[in-house]
């Protein structure tokens, strides 16, 4: 196991760590989800690299697509509950109230 691979796995699992521990903000959990996406496109990426893959490349651009659709939805999320509520605190957002 070269560096590159260890380094990217443990970008990964910083993405872990960050979103169970960052749960008090919505923007900060976004990006903890965006660290865990990039991490497994980087991931694959050098994994098909080194394997001389094609095919895992078609999947890594289609994760590249949807961390980027997930990315613009919460952001679209965060923007309309900052709104609503005033605030970006998870724990202060109920949904259920009117």
Request: hydrophobic share 55%; net charge negative.
């Amino acid at each position: 196991m070269n560096i590159l691979s260890t380094i990217l796995f443990s970008l990964f699992f910083l993405g872990i760590i960050g979103v169970v521990i960052n749960r008090l903000h919505l923007l900060s959990l976004l990006l903890c989800l965006e660290l865990l996406l990039i991490s497994l496109f980087l991931n694959i990426s050098t994994w098909s690299q080194l394997h001389e893959s094609l095919s895992s490349l078609n999947f890594s651009i289609l994760l590249l697509t949807l961390s980027a659709c997930e990315a613009s939805a919460g952001l679209a999320l965060m923007v309309s509950l900052s709104r609503s509520h005033n605030t970006d605190l998870l724990a202060n957002i109920n949904l259920l109230q009117t």
